[in-house]
């Protein structure tokens, strides 16, 4: 099992509130990754980070921020939370492997619902 | 066009069939690449590696095709626990020496009694 945890699990929320998305991993991995997933899609990438004090913009572009202060921690914040939000926020990490580079590991993931 | 095709499914058979799921990609520079399973309102899990010589682990045997830019899964002998959402991965490969991994939309497969 992989030690990458998310909280909340679920969040219901109103417009406009600022929510912060938490997402930790303890082990040691370097770089780390925000997907976002609506039902029946496929997952795209919005964030990542390959250390600390690095963070750059995925694929899918998105009102969210990241921040990376310790390897261990990659928190992803929206400042006024939308409809539009709404949907599974997915975190990973990785750490290349001879013959498996590009192996991540998935949080169990939050689901986000903006009213 | 998506850089990762599937068959959505959902492909439905009995407890003991044999399974093959279908997957192609676009990148023909793409790297490495996977199976992961994603059960229902769940995390994306691996599944495995996929490797050109073919790999196999228990029931599960991927084949990869450079040339063709295909990649496949057989299963045999289906579970009740085998029904999930397949998901064909592709690592492309990311600045700053990351991993970009790109997702098909997965192919469901539900096993019946």
């Known amino acids: 099992e992989a030690d990458i945890y998310q909280t909340p699990r679920y969040l219901v929320i109103g417009t406009g509130k600022k929510i912060t998305l938490e997402c930790s991993q303890t082990?040691?991995?370097?770089?780390m990754y925000w997907y976002q997933q609506d039902p029946g899609m496929e997952l795209h990438l919005i964030h990542y980070s390959y250390g600390v004090n690095s963070t750059e913009k995925g694929d899918l572009s998105s009102e969210s921020t990241v921040s990376r202060i310790r390897t261990e921690h990659f928190p992803l914040t929206l400042e006024s939370a939308r409809p539009s939000h709404t949907s599974q926020y997915l975190c990973?990490?990785?750490?290349?492997?001879?013959?498996?580079?590009?192996?991540?590991?998935f949080g169990p993931g939050t689901r986000l619902l903006v009213l | 066009r998506k850089e990762v095709e599937q068959d959505p499914g959902p492909f439905n058979v009995p407890e003991g069939a044999t399974v093959a799921f279908n997957c192609t990609y676009s990148n023909s520079a793409s790297q490495s690449f996977f199976w992961y399973r994603q059960d229902c309102r769940k995390e994306p899990k691996l599944l495995m590696s996929?490797?050109?010589s073919g790999n196999e682990d228990g029931r599960f045997t991927a084949q990869l095709n450079r040339a063709s830019q295909y990649i496949s899964l057989l299963i045999r002998d289906s579970k009740l626990s085998d029904s999930a959402t397949y998901l064909c991965?592709?690592?492309?490969?990311?600045?700053?020496?990351?991993?970009?991994?790109?997702f098909g939309t997965g192919t469901r497969l539900q096993v019946f009694p």
């Open positions: 990973a990490s990785s750490e290349y492997g001879v013959g498996d580079k590009g192996t991540q590991y």
């Open positions: 996929v490797y050109s």
């Open positions: 082990m040691g991995h370097d770089k």
């Open positions: 991965v592709v690592n492309i490969g990311g600045p700053f020496n990351t991993d970009k991994l790109i």
